[in-house]
């Protein structure tokens, strides 16, 4: 069992100020424990991060819209993520956790409570391989509600599974510029196929994580060039987070503002960060039905 230190806690403001409707399309709140308890089982424990905590970082960074994704340190128990929406007065949706067990009547309701897509976790050090059969299962359960796949690979799974990833025929959102190392260049097989998937019908990708991918650390700016291309692959098919609060972080925590102005420094102009921001996230997410 890991234990995971919390977020930094003295949020710098970014260095722009973000447009109206802005949205954190990756983040997650965890507990508190003692009212929604953490799943047996679980191969991390982080600390208590609850939505009020979100709030005050939001009014920092000055966001006001949230796409709250589902952890595995939860598991299937989405509860704590649909209380963060039932409170967020239509500024938050989310992105569910489900298996084999759950019905239509349990997609019905997650629907209701502001779910919109479904998150498979096959990094290493949270699961096994990945498990295509199971995505597909649910992937045709959650089709007729228009929702969309989240898929969280390590790079040579991109790789592996590229043509597998593309043929879904509903919208597949990857997590983390697929987890690729910074220190492999851009011309990297993983990166090269990343880009080519996105320039596909309905294929997405969230340019958040630089922590997770830089080779080179702190400030993680080792990551710019790649949310860069990425950004100006499909610009309307791109998505950005914080991943507040950062769970399984070993090392430096990175401080949320700055990741914001990583964000302006890998896409620079304002319109095209707007984008972004606020119209990707809101189509998406149906922020604005």
């Not at 230190?5 to 709140?29: E, I, L, M």
Request: glycine letters at 10%; one cysteine or more; aromatic letters at 8%.
């Amino acid at each position: 069992m890991i234990y995971c230190q919390g977020p930094d806690p003295n949020t710098k403001a970014p260095g722009f100020t973000p447009p109206p409707k802005a949205c954190d399309a990756h983040c997650h709140v965890f507990g508190p424990a003692a009212k929604f308890p953490f799943a047996e089982g679980r191969s991390y424990t982080p600390p208590d991060a609850p939505v009020e905590a979100f709030r005050k970082l939001q009014g920092v960074l000055g966001l006001e819209r949230a796409v709250i994704v589902q952890a595995t340190c939860h598991g299937t128990d989405n509860r704590a993520a649909l209380d963060a929406i039932a409170r967020s007065d239509g500024r938050y949706r989310g992105v569910a956790i489900v298996d084999d067990g759950f019905g239509d009547r349990d997609f019905e309701a997650l629907h209701a409570g502001g779910m919109r897509g479904v998150r498979f976790s096959f990094a290493r050090h949270l699961s096994g391989p990945p498990d295509f059969g199971r995505v597909r299962r649910i992937a045709e359960r959650i089709r007729p509600l228009g929702w969309h796949l989240v898929l969280y690979l390590e790079a040579p799974d991109v790789v592996e599974n590229a043509r597998t990833i593309a043929g879904f025929g509903m919208p597949v959102v990857i997590d983390h510029m697929g987890r690729v190392k910074t220190k492999d260049g851009l011309e990297q097989k993983p990166f090269r196929l990343l880009l080519d998937l996105l320039r596909g019908e309905d294929f997405w990708v969230k340019i958040c994580g630089p922590e997770r991918i830089s080779s080179a650390g702190p400030p993680f700016t080792d990551a710019v060039p790649f949310a860069a291309a990425l950004a100006a692959a499909a610009p309307d098919r791109v998505l950005w987070g914080t991943d507040w609060p950062h769970p399984n972080i070993e090392g430096t925590m990175p401080n949320d503002g700055a990741l914001m102005d990583l964000l302006a420094a890998a896409v620079p102009d304002e319109g095209a960060r707007n984008r972004i921001l606020v119209d990707n996230p809101a189509r998406l997410y149906g922020f604005d039905d």
